[in-house]
């Protein structure tokens, strides 16, 4: 592998016209979201001065995320996926102009304000499965890992940028300019999804059924839906569980007060250079991706991926020097979107397209509740011993789960990203499918 093909990995921006435009929409819309974060943390902030209400913005966005997200999944399995991000991505827009009035008019009522983000959510909810399916729909098999590569170094940098931006535009000019930019930033991710092809469901089969072997050449009982298809594909469960192993096991954000208190004498600038040294270990691998998306075992890079995860915490729960401590936040970054990305490359190019739509919505699901507990988890945990405990049992334990995953499951160990010249499983399998399909 030449140094070249080390670096970021940009094969999908030249080989597809519509995926480009989409990821430029999306690094906009990614952008405009950081901001108007930023934006509603101060005005809500300036209209109560009450941490219960900041709190409540969390509960606005992420009820809606978890009740809306399943059924994101079988509407992206029913309806043309286009047209419904279309409609989701338009909603958004609408909730984003309503921002934008609320503030140019004086608004002095959170509710409004929340009530317009849970909106937003909702929108962002129902679409998201969707267009999860998209790289795997515009790109080869062999580039989906980079495109989604692509996606990750944007919301790595836009995680960056954004705060810092939206801060600027607050102080400089208010409320209604850093909304009026984030709408804009969704005008922009719209456009792009107006330009994208039709992608409509797979033909109706008979019951929507999916074949399945009892391993001695028999017929089992067909699997429906996404979490069926889940537990029914051992590449597919292994790579949840090993997400869900990391999140649920060593999820360390709720516990950084807690360690920049006992070690950094609770000085914020050094709570914020935790949070921005994951960032910062996930852009920097996210711009040398070109190294891991090119390795065709991308279920092993998976799995070493999450260990990577978990002892880098556990050596953060150990670490004295501030740079160790930022060092470790960095690789356990770095790793995080190693994971990610190989998960998500694997999970779309293994589940056929017909279920791809509710899949993406348990992924979504579990991307958004697993760290959220992980944080509870972690939190109760060092609230009865300690948080370097915490960390150090947490980072342990999520790399012991990550290895009994990887003995038990020998399919996501042997897994191979197809290469340019061959068809995913999920590919075969739908062709299989169609062919069983009622012509009536």
């Known amino acids: 592998m030449t140094w070249r093909e080390r670096l970021m990995d940009v094969r999908p921006l030249r080989s597809s016209r519509p995926f480009r435009e989409l990821w430029l929409g999306s690094s906009l819309g990614s952008l405009g979201h950081q901001i108007a974060t930023v934006a509603v943390l101060a005005q809500v902030w300036e209209l109560t001065h009450s941490p219960l209400w900041t709190g409540a913005i969390g509960l606005a966005s992420g009820v809606p995320l978890m009740l809306l997200g399943l059924v994101g999944g079988s509407l992206a399995d029913a309806l043309d996926r ?26 002095r009522s959170v509710l409004l304000l ?50 810092a931006l939206g801060g600027v535009l607050l102080a400089q000019w208010g409320y209604s300019v850093a909304y009026t930019v984030q709408a804009l930033a969704e005008a922009a991710s719209l456009i792009a999804v107006i330009r994208l092809p039709a992608m409509p469901a797979m033909p109706a089969l008979k019951g929507d059924d999916l074949p399945a072997s009892d391993g001695r050449g028999g017929r089992r009982r067909p699997a429906q839906g996404g979490w069926r298809i889940i537990l029914r594909r051992p590449t597919l469960w292994g790579s949840f569980a090993t997400d869900l192993a990391a999140t649920l096991l060593a999820m360390p954000i709720a516990l950084f007060p807690l360690i920049n ?20 270990g996930g852009l920097g691998a996210g711009l040398f991706s070109g190294t891991v998306t090119r390795l065709r075992r991308s279920g092993v890079v998976q799995l070493a991926a999450a260990a990577v995860w978990g002892l880098a915490l556990a050596a953060f729960g150990l670490a004295g020097p501030l740079w160790l401590a930022l060092g470790c936040l960095a690789i356990s970054g770095a790793a995080d979107t190693v994971s990610v990305v190989t998960r998500g490359a694997l999970v779309q190019l293994e589940t056929p397209d017909r279920y791809r739509g509710r899949v993406a919505s348990v992924e979504h699901v579990i991307g958004s509740a697993g760290p959220q507990v992980g944080n509870f988890r972690g939190g109760l945990l060092a609230s009865v011993t300690s948080a370097p405990v915490a960390l150090l049992v947490g980072g342990l334990t999520a790399t012991l789960a990550v290895v009994a995953v990887a003995l038990v499951n020998r399919p996501l160990r042997d897994y191979r990203t197809p290469s340019e010249l061959e068809e995913p499983p999920s590919a075969t399998l739908d062709q299989a499918m169609a062919a069983t399909a009622d012509p009536g």
Request: aromatic share 4%.
């Open 82 to 107: 286009r047209a419904l991000v279309r409609v989701t991505t338009a909603g958004q827009l609408v909730m984003g102009a309503g921002l934008v009035a609320q503030a140019a008019a004086g608004n």
């Open 114 to 163: 929340l009530a317009l983000i849970a909106a937003e959510s909702g929108c962002s909810a129902l679409g998201a499965p969707a267009r999860r399916t998209f790289p795997v729909r515009l790109l080869p098999a062999d580039q989906v890992a980079a495109g989604l590569a692509l996606q990750n170094v944007v919301f790595q940098a836009s995680m960056l940028v954004g705060p």
């Open 261 to 280: 208190e006992a070690r950094f004498d609770g000085n914020p600038r050094t709570l914020g250079l935790f949070l921005s040294s994951i960032a910062v």
